[in-house]
């Protein structure tokens, strides 16, 4: 496609309930990346993935977050018993190169909400 | 760990004032330099960067950044602002050194009274 794609771009949830956030890139970027965006508290890295590999999870606030991304494309990120405090925008942007030494693109995000 | 500073969360201006919001980063080795904004409603884009060369890089819709290494700094300008610069702008850092992340400022909101 032109940009990055995400879905849902809203979703609500209760807490304790599993969510799934899609990421579609920018065709031909191997590299992919998921933020998270709160109020007031910028971007905050949560995983960085070259083809359908992760060198960088770093970011992932607890093992109730996970990602996978298959065929160097999509990616999925999961939080598993979500909690009040996952409310936030979760941002997926793609690049050519490596997101030190390249121009990111951004999706429109997906503003998750944990009543 | 490499952090980013902006001084202001939110600036405030006329129309055909001038602008410069501040970003500092705390990394000693060399660095590629970022600046995002987000208008409302609308994704991320990037306003300019700079890798290396002259540190008086010039972006999109007449912004310009300039880098300052012994500051550790990169201020962006713009000599008179417009009703349309009203977005969020957002510092970034990046390790040249392969690595693969950003580390991003918190944002500062400007807002661009007609």
């Known amino acids: 496609g032109a940009g990055v794609s995400q879905s849902p771009s809203n979703k609500v949830t209760e807490k304790g309930k599993d969510v799934e956030l899609r990421c579609d890139p920018i065709?031909?970027?191997?590299?992919l990346y998921w933020y998270r965006q709160s109020l007031g508290q910028g971007l905050e890295f949560l995983i960085y993935?070259?083809?359908?590999?992760?060198?960088?999870k770093s970011g992932l606030p607890s093992d109730r977050f996970s990602a996978e991304r298959t065929g160097g494309s999509v990616s999925t990120l999961t939080i598993q018993r979500t909690q009040q405090e996952d409310s936030a925008v979760y941002l997926c942007?793609?690049?050519?190169?490596?997101?030190?030494?390249?121009?990111?693109?951004f999706g429109p995000g997906t503003r998750l909400t944990v009543l | 760990a490499q952090s980013v500073s902006q001084h202001n969360h939110h600036v405030i201006l006329s129309e055909a004032a001038s602008l410069e919001l501040g970003c500092n980063y705390s990394?000693?080795?060399?660095?590629?330099l970022f600046w995002y904004v987000q208008y409302p409603g609308q994704h991320l884009q990037l306003l300019l960067k700079?890798?290396?060369?002259?540190?008086l890089v010039k972006g999109i819709k007449g912004f310009e950044a300039e880098f300052i290494k012994s500051k550790f700094s990169f201020n962006l300008r713009k000599p008179s602002v417009q009703w349309s610069d009203t977005a969020e702008y957002f510092c970034?850092?990046?390790?040249?050194?392969?690595?693969?992340?950003?580390?991003f400022g918190k944002g500062t909101m400007l807002l661009v009274s007609p």
């Open positions: 942007a793609s690049s050519v190169g490596l997101a030190g030494e390249d121009e990111q693109f």
């Open positions: 065709s031909g970027h191997t590299a």
């Open positions: 993935f070259q083809g359908n590999s992760a060198p960088d």
């Open positions: 990394y000693g080795g060399t660095v590629n």
């Open positions: 700079y890798f290396s060369g002259d540190p």
């Open positions: 970034a850092v990046g390790m040249n050194s392969g690595y693969s992340t950003l580390t």
